[in-house]
């Protein structure tokens, strides 16, 4: 077993760090860091940013080749870390002999500590993980600590004195996809940060407003998905893009995925914040807003390969997403097209 040492939140020189035990090229993208190894010590990626107010992103792409602890030594000040895992598993502790607390696939994670131990990581090795973890500064000296680093420190920062907090979450699907939106960014330069920036903060959000879900649900006492559901609730979500021409039923899904109706309306509320009609609504609008843009068939056609069969009725759910029919919309991508 490996054991590696961080004893820095400073991006430049956690990356010099990581690159010194595992090897692989690091390269640089605005504020972007990214190593990539390919060797007998690793394979994949570690890819980190951090923006104003001390809060930084770091994500984990990496099969090890190893056992690793990856132990990040105590700091004057501790940061807050909200984590998730969309491969594998994370499996935590304070201290290397502390008690392990295991972050399960779509499962979301808060730790910090207002004690003497070291936050450890536990990677084991052959094992594919993709671990997002944003990092906020709880150090108020600190000339770019903002509200929310105060904020978040006021909420989840133990408040007694050699004090720990950790939290694991409900699965959640919906940060899944925010982070997929991340790794389909190709934008260059300042517009890649930002836009960078825009998705860690939703997803951010996203992880504390679970955390707060799921008191409510403590207090309340509702239930919740299993893991295995919120995968079906994925997988049939992902058949559904795919396959938008299918003229869907509710039992039709049901029988496909193998949940209940209730259970299929549940997860898509929780994963996308819609009904399964909503979703099948929208995933045919923007299917058919990328056969517009990109190719020459006619409005009739598009609704037809959209699996829609009215074309009054698409116009009308088209103009409510982007506030125009689909037909300025066709000659508006036609304008662009000869005018570019």
Do not use: W
């Amino acid at each position: 077993m490996k054991v590696i040492n961080l004893k820095t939140t400073n991006l430049n020189n956690m990356f010099l760090d990581l690159q010194n035990h595992f090897g692989g090229d690091i390269t640089r993208n605005s504020d972007e860091e990214i190593l990539t190894v390919n060797n007998e010590k690793a394979e994949g990626l570690i890819r980190g940013i951090t923006f104003k107010g001390s809060i930084s992103y770091i994500e984990f792409d990496i099969v090890f080749k190893n056992d690793i602890l990856l132990v990040n030594s105590t700091l004057n000040s501790s940061p807050i870390y909200f984590a998730y895992c969309s491969k594998g598993h994370l499996v935590h502790s304070f201290g290397v002999e502390g008690e392990k607390t295991k972050l399960e696939k779509f499962q979301t994670g808060i730790v910090t500590t207002n004690s003497k131990m070291n936050n450890v990581f536990h990677f084991n090795k052959d094992i594919h993980y993709k671990i997002s973890t944003i990092v906020v500064s709880t150090d108020d000296k600190s000339l770019s600590y903002h509200k929310l680093n105060a904020t978040l420190t006021e909420t989840f920062f133990p408040k007694k004195e050699n004090g720990n907090f950790l939290y694991t979450g409900s699965y959640n699907l919906r940060i899944a996809d925010k982070i997929q939106q991340l790794s389909a960014i190709t934008q260059k330069g300042i517009v890649r940060s930002l836009l960078i920036e825009g998705i860690v903060h939703m997803i951010l959000a996203m992880e504390i407003q679970q955390h707060s879900d799921d008191l409510e649900s403590l207090e309340s006492n509702r239930g919740t998905l299993t893991k295995r559901e919120m995968e079906d609730v994925r997988e049939i979500s992902e058949f559904i893009k795919n396959y938008p021409e299918i003229q869907y039923t509710l039992k039709y899904l049901s029988n496909k995925s193998g949940l209940s109706p209730a259970k299929l309306q549940e997860g898509f509320k929780l994963m996308h914040e819609r009904t399964v009609t909503d979703f099948i609504r929208n995933v045919r609008v923007e299917a058919a807003e990328h056969l517009i843009k990109t190719t020459d068939l006619n409005i009739s056609e598009v609704v037809y390969t959209v699996g829609l069969t009215s074309r009054s009725y698409f116009s009308k759910i088209f103009k409510e997403k982007y506030n125009c029919s689909p037909k300025q919309y066709q000659d508006h991508q036609n304008t662009l097209a000869i005018t570019g």
